[in-house]
């Protein structure tokens, strides 16, 4: 197959163009680098089934090639990104995801939207099911995002009714491995860099608040099986086992054999207090759920942290 993926240099999005272009498929990554890195991509640069357009999704793009799949993962998702690239975030998800279901269009093309947990806002219902509407504050640090995805949703299903497009809509939660950039602001990846580094593991809150850590290589898995069934969703994509920061703190302390201290900060505004996927129908649908569990799942990600504060320091 011909696929197209934005934000393919990413966290998420680089996995995926390894897994899809190592099956033969022929990978068109698009990606500006704003958060992507063309080091996550650099073993696939040289395949002749793999080609790089430096592009902005928010602006047009146009191209000749044939596609099956066109794959939207562009956007800036971490909560540092949220303070420092507000308008961008808004730009990509509402502009970029009608650019790409634009391009779907033309093509024929099947559509894959990457939308998140986020569209449930500081959620009053738990766990969260996809019938789920979500308690988002339309104005807050965080809507820049949260507002982005449902937009994104509300035009992606537009598109289905009105032009008929095939489409699938993945409501990804907290998601975690190699190849999250050290400095996003995310909690795994915090938390493991200052635990390696000897700092002080910042909590904010209380550190009661619940999380559900999915796998990277779990979630590829189901995204896979998504895009072979005949079903456009929403479905949420998740691990239902749900911890609290302090308990994963705890576990990375452990693991890095750390002596650092954990330390508490305010709680931003809205984050969210409890965050679990109810993945009913996802393992009813596609007969898939997480495996990896998240002490295996950090025993793959610490030493890749470990390797690239090597690298930063030399």
């Not at 099956?23 to 040289?46: A, H, P, W, Y």
């Not at 500081?122 to 099911?129: E, G």
């Not at 025993?299 to 470990?306: A, D, E």
Request: with cysteine; glycine share 8%.
């Amino acid at each position: 197959m011909r696929i197209l993926i934005t934000g393919g240099a990413g966290f998420i999005g680089s996995h995926l163009c390894k897994r899809l272009s190592g099956e033969g498929n022929f990978i068109i990554c698009v990606d500006n680098f704003i958060t992507g890195r063309e080091d996550n991509i650099k073993d696939l640069l040289s395949q002749p089934n793999f080609r790089l357009i430096n592009h902005d999704i928010s602006q047009p793009l146009y191209f000749d090639d044939d596609l099956d799949w066109v794959m939207h993962f562009a956007s800036p998702a971490s909560p540092k990104d949220f303070l420092e690239h507000p308008i961008k975030i808004l730009k990509v998800g509402t502009l970029g995801t009608h650019n790409c279901l634009g391009i779907a269009k033309s093509k024929k093309a099947k559509f894959f939207l990457a939308s998140t947990s986020e569209i449930y806002g500081d959620p009053l219902q738990h766990p969260q099911s996809e019938e789920y509407f979500g308690n988002v504050n339309p104005i807050g640090p965080r809507s820049c995002y949260d507002e982005a995805k449902r937009t994104a949703e509300a035009l992606t299903f537009a598109y289905q009714r009105q032009h008929n497009i095939d489409i699938r809509v993945a409501r990804i939660f907290n998601t975690y491995g190699p190849f999250m950039r050290m400095e996003d602001g995310r909690v795994v990846s915090n938390l493991i860099c200052e635990a390696l580094t000897d700092k002080d593991l910042t909590i904010y809150g209380d550190g009661s608040q619940t999380r559900s850590f999915c796998y990277i290589d779990d979630l590829i898995e189901g995204i896979i099986k998504f895009m072979e069934v005949g079903y456009p969703g929403p479905l949420n994509f998740g691990n239902s086992s749900e911890f609290t920061i302090t308990e994963l703190a705890k576990k990375i302390l452990q693991l890095t054999k750390s002596k650092s201290k954990i330390k508490f900060l305010a709680l931003p505004q809205d984050d969210p207090r409890r965050r679990q996927p109810d993945i009913t129908r996802v393992k009813k649908l596609l007969r898939w759920q997480p495996a990896i569990s998240l002490d295996e799942g950090l025993k793959k990600t610490i030493p890749w942290f470990q390797q690239r504060i090597k690298q930063v320091k030399q």
